[in-house]
């Protein structure tokens, strides 16, 4: 799969060189030839990046949700501050756990997860 970065970049230089005033009929020929030999594999990278960017926003949104759930409902005198108690000390977590959990936090006080 080609980066699309350095298809864009192909392009870029394409382009630049397509518009010099001193470019013959020969030479613009020739670019434009090579923009079109070019055109299928630059669509493509575009569709596989826009798909990429859709499928992240869901999860950044759902993450985004998170943060704002927890900063909404954290307590005095611990604004915004997420605190641990002393016995879960040393206890880690995988992110997808704390998801889970305030997922189920969420759901249970009605809020939309």
Same mark, same amino acid.
């Given at each position: /799969?080609?980066? @699309? /970065?350095?298809?864009?970049?192909?392009?870029?230089?394409?382009?630049?060189? +397509? %518009?010099? #005033?001193?470019?013959?009929?020969?030479?613009?020929?020739?670019? %434009?030839?090579? /923009? $079109?030999?070019?055109?299928?594999? !630059? $669509?493509?990278?575009?569709?596989?990046? *826009?798909?990429? !960017? $859709? =499928?992240?926003?869901?999860?950044?949104? =759902?993450? =985004?949700?998170?943060?704002?759930?927890? %900063?909404?409902?954290?307590? @005095?005198?611990?604004?915004? +501050? !997420?605190?641990?108690?002393?016995?879960?000390?040393? $206890? %880690?977590?995988? #992110?997808?756990?704390?998801?889970? +959990?305030?997922?189920?936090?969420?759901? =249970?006080? *009605?809020?939309?997860?």
């Amino acid at each position: /799969m080609t980066n @699309p /970065m350095d298809l864009a970049k192909t392009l870029e230089g394409l382009l630049s060189a +397509y %518009r010099k #005033p001193d470019s013959t009929t020969a030479d613009a020929f020739a670019l %434009r030839s090579h /923009m $079109v030999a070019h055109a299928d594999e !630059i $669509v493509a990278a575009l569709h596989r990046t *826009g798909q990429l !960017i $859709v =499928a992240q926003a869901g999860d950044v949104e =759902a993450d =985004a949700a998170r943060y704002r759930w927890l %900063r909404d409902h954290s307590c @005095p005198p611990h604004n915004f +501050y !997420i605190s641990v108690p002393d016995e879960f000390h040393g $206890v %880690r977590y995988a #992110p997808s756990e704390v998801d889970a +959990y305030i997922d189920a936090a969420r759901q =249970a006080l *009605g809020d939309e997860a």
